[in-house]
């Protein structure tokens, strides 16, 4: 499609530059060994790399860790020489945000370009200053015959299943970079902050799988310093810090952030944990996602809500939905009424709001749990929107079922569904025609991942909304390895002469699994 070149991404100078000084920093420990010591040189140092986050056509977050007190600063330019760089002072980092910070970007150029360089100094000599780290990305087109093309998955560091330095660590990262996307969509789970890492395990098939470790990954995350741990034990990855130095993120997160099938209120009845209180847990890591993750709504001071619109252009408005915070408890889901239902009433208002007032001509709606695939809870309850129950919508159903006539009763064009979650890929189209409910258009599911944790078999269907399962790739056992299976994402190709929107599920390595294209202008497809 035509549209504003494309950067090979291999022998990009600034990125190398960052990702090269980052890797002789940080190194990867031995499988078994805790994370290296930050040298002490007297000078800051970002050994942890770069990140940007909820870049619009204007807008971008910039992110950076140091290894002690130290004033951040960005330069931002057209070019790689940075000549003509314009200065922009960040905050102060120190303990209280574990020496996380982060820089926002205003009046950029659209559609273009952008360079940019961070250094840290010493808070007291802004002549002691470490050698800055690089990266890049480019701002969301003001016009349309541009296009947009984006990538996402979840699910990372899962089941056990860590940075393995025998098979490079997390290569999946290094495939997407090449790609070389306007963004990547984490759909949740960035971290098992309830999984513990060891050393070593053994597959099924008696090969051994070898882990990096660290003091925090020891045992399930309950303290602020442990949910700082999780948070920063994927960014020993030298893969996944040199993919944060070339493509933006927008981040999402789901249960495992905190602990698995987690609700607010709940009380804990498993001896891992000290602390009970889920509400307190929960607290903690959101500080430390706030911490290591550059999220707009986050940014400042008592930021809170993981929900938004990432608006890319004429033609993608992305719409992050939080659907951990203020969910009900979990339950078999069979409440003929249900107000808090997984969004909770005053999210569900902000949807609708912001989806009627959408010109763009995709509206992407970004959920971290699927709607129509069975998530069970133990025995009884249930996780996700579905309970298995294929009649009229009951329990959390209720409240999809009125985004859904919403939807279709304002003539809102567009919309599709991405997701990960499940730990396998599928593709699903719901109609009305195959559903207990009627009263919405039709529209499209697309799940994919995990990019670094266990894949499992695939869950049943729940009928009330008609899904129809077009496309499944799934294992027949739970807790495959990446070892023995490869990691799974979605890529979304926007075209900007047609405005077709295609997905293609992928797997690492290079292959489609799946393609579906959609023509734009339409309430249901």
Not at 446 to 451: E, K, N, R, S
Request: with cysteine.
């Amino acid at each position: 499609m035509p549209s504003r070149p494309r950067f090979p991404s291999p022998d990009r100078r600034t990125v190398l530059r960052g990702s090269l000084a980052a890797s002789a920093a940080l190194a990867l420990p031995v499988a078994g060994a805790a994370a290296p010591a930050f040298a002490r040189s007297g000078r800051p140092d970002a050994a942890w790399g770069v990140q940007v986050g909820d870049v619009t056509s204007s807008s971008a977050l910039v992110w950076v860790r140091s290894d002690r007190p130290a004033r951040m600063t960005v330069e931002t330019s057209a070019t790689e020489s940075f000549r003509r760089a314009r200065t922009w002072h960040g905050p102060l980092l120190g303990p209280g945000t574990d020496f996380t910070g982060t820089t926002p970007l205003y009046g950029l150029p659209a559609g273009e370009q952008v360079h940019y360089r961070v250094t840290l100094a010493a808070p007291d000599d802004p002549r002691r200053a470490g050698e800055p780290v690089y990266g890049t990305f480019r701002t969301a087109p003001a016009r349309r015959r541009d296009g947009v093309r984006f990538l996402w998955s979840g699910d990372i560091a899962g089941q056990g299943w860590g940075i393995n330095p025998d098979i490079g660590g997390y290569q999946v990262y290094d495939e997407m970079r090449r790609l070389d996307p306007d963004f990547f969509l984490c759909s949740g789970d960035n971290i098992y902050a309830d999984g513990v890492i060891e050393p070593s395990v053994t597959l099924p098939d008696g090969r051994v799988w070898h882990n990096v470790t660290t003091e925090e990954k020891a045992k399930v995350a309950e303290t602020l310093a442990e949910y700082r741990g999780n948070f920063r034990y994927n960014l020993l990855d030298d893969n996944l810090r040199s993919f944060n130095a070339q493509v933006p993120s927008v981040i999402q997160w789901d249960d495992h952030e905190v602990r698995n099938n987690w609700y607010p209120g709940q009380i804990l009845d498993d001896v891992r944990y000290t602390e009970k209180n889920v509400d307190v847990l929960a607290e903690r890591s959101m500080q430390a996602f706030r911490e290591y993750f550059p999220v707009s709504t986050l940014h400042g001071t008592g930021g809170r809500r993981v929900h938004r619109v990432v608006p890319h252009g004429p033609l993608l408005d992305l719409f992050v939905l939080d659907m951990r915070t203020f969910r009900n408890a979990n339950s078999p889901g069979r409440q003929a009424d249900d107000t808090d239902g997984i969004l909770g009433a005053e999210q569900l208002s902000w949807l609708e709001r912001e989806l009627s007032k959408s010109r763009a001509v995709w509206k992407v709606i970004a959920a971290d749990m699927p709607l129509g695939l069975v998530v069970a809870d133990g025995a009884t309850d249930f996780e996700a929107v579905a309970q298995g129950d294929p009649g009229a919508p009951l329990g959390r159903e209720l409240q999809i079922a009125e985004l859904l006539r919403f939807i279709k009763h304002r003539r809102i064009t567009g919309t599709v569904w991405l997701t990960a979650d499940v730990h396998y890929t599928s593709a699903q189209h719901y109609a009305p025609e195959r559903a207990a409910f009627k009263d919405f258009a039709p529209f499209w599911e697309f799940v994919t991942g995990p990019l670094a944790a266990g894949q499992f078999p695939s869950n049943a269907l729940d009928g009330t909304f008609g899904p129809d399962q077009v496309f499944v790739q799934a294992p027949d056992r739970a807790n495959v390895s990446p070892m023995e299976t490869p990691s799974l994402f979605g890529e979304v190709d926007i075209d900007g002469e047609s405005g077709e929107l295609t997905v293609r599920l992928r797997a690492q390595g290079g292959s489609v699994l799946f393609s579906k294209v959609l023509q734009p202008g339409r309430v249901g497809q």
